[in-house]
C-alpha cells in the first residue's frame, strides 16, 4: 500500500508538473486560468485530469474538439510516478524520500524544457537546489516529529556539509565554463548548468557527484556527435546521471573504493 501510495502522489504532480513545463516557459501563470484545451480553450472537467488514466480513456484526444493531446503529458506523469515509487523503494515513506522525489520531479521538468525550449527556467532550478541544500533540515524535522532525534550535530554537520558541497560544485562548473569559454570562444555552460552541479553536489556529496558528472558526460557523447554544430541540452545529461548514481550509489560507492583504494 505505501508503494501504491507513492506512485499515486508521484501522478498527481506529474500531471502538475505538466503545467509547468508549458505555462512558465510563456510566461504564464501556473494557477490561472484553470487547465483548458489549448485548441479550442474549454476548460476542463475534474475527470478530465486524472493522471494517465484520462488521456488513455480519451484515447489522446480533447474531449470537446476532439485535437490530439500530446503525448507527453502521460509520459511525464508516469515517469514522475516512477520516480516517486523507485525512490520509496530505496528510502521508505518520510519526508526524506518526498522531498528527493520533488528534487528529481524538478529535474525531468527542467530536462523537458530544455530540451523543448533550450532555456532553464530559474524559478524551477533554484527550487531544486534549496531543496537539496535543505535536505539535512527536512530530516532533522521528520526524525523530530517522529521521536527518532537522536544527534543534533550529526544534522548540523550534514547541513553544512551541503552547502559546502554545492559550493564546490558550482564554483567548479563556473570556472570550467570560463576556462572552456576562453579557449573554443563561446559559451559552452550556462548558468543553469552551475546551479544544476550545485544542487548535484548537496544532493549526492562527495565523491558520488563526479561519477555523476561523469555518467552524464559518457551520455550526451553520442547525442553530441550526432547533432552536428547544433546546440545538445545539458541539462538532461546531468539530471540523469544524478539519477543513476543516486539510485545506485552503493556500487558506484564501491568502484570508487576499487579504484581508488
Not at 21 to 28: A, L, M, S
Not at 57 to 62: A, E, S
Not at 71 to 83: D, N, R
Request: proline share 6%.
Amino acid at each position: 500500500m505505501e508503494l501504491l501510495f507513492a506512485l499515486f502522489i508521484g501522478l498527481a504532480i506529474g500531471s502538475f508538473l505538466n503545467v509547468l513545463i508549458v505555462r512558465i516557459p510563456k510566461g504564464e501563470n501556473v494557477a490561472f486560468p484553470p487547465s483548458h484545451c489549448p485548441k479550442c480553450d474549454n476548460p476542463l472537467k475534474w475527470w478530465h485530469n486524472i493522471p494517465l488514466v484520462s488521456w488513455i480513456v480519451l484515447r489522446g484526444k480533447c474531449a470537446y474538439c476532439q485535437s490530439p493531446i500530446s503525448k507527453l503529458y502521460p509520459i511525464v506523469e508516469l515517469i514522475t510516478g516512477l520516480i516517486f515509487l523507485i525512490v520509496a523503494m530505496k528510502t521508505g515513506l518520510n519526508a526524506h524520500w518526498f522531498v528527493v522525489s520533488l528534487i528529481f520531479a524538478l529535474l525531468l521538468a527542467l530536462s523537458v524544457i530544455d530540451f523543448e525550449y533550450y532555456a532553464v527556467p530559474d524559478s524551477l532550478n533554484f527550487t531544486a537546489l534549496v531543496l537539496a541544500l535543505l535536505l539535512p533540515l527536512v530530516d532533522f524535522g521528520w526524525d523530530w516529529i517522529v521521536g527518532d532525534l537522536k544527534d543534533f550535530d550529526l544534522y548540523r554537520h550534514a547541513l553544512i556539509l551541503s552547502f559546502k558541497n554545492a559550493a564546490i560544485m558550482g564554483a567548479a562548473f563556473f570556472i570550467l565554463g570560463q576556462v572552456v569559454k576562453f579557449l573554443i570562444k563561446k559559451d559552452a555552460l550556462g548558468e543553469a548548468d552551475i546551479v544544476i552541479a550545485a544542487t548535484m553536489g548537496a544532493l549526492l556529496g562527495f565523491p558520488l557527484v563526479l561519477m555523476a558528472i561523469y555518467v552524464a558526460a559518457l551520455l550526451a557523447i553520442v547525442p553530441a556527435l550526432f547533432a552536428r554544430g547544433h546546440m545538445v541540452p545539458f541539462v538532461p545529461f546531468l539530471a540523469l546521471g544524478t539519477w543513476i548514481v543516486y539510485i545506485f550509489a552503493p556500487t558506484f560507492q564501491h568502484w570508487w573504493t576499487m579504484i581508488y583504494a
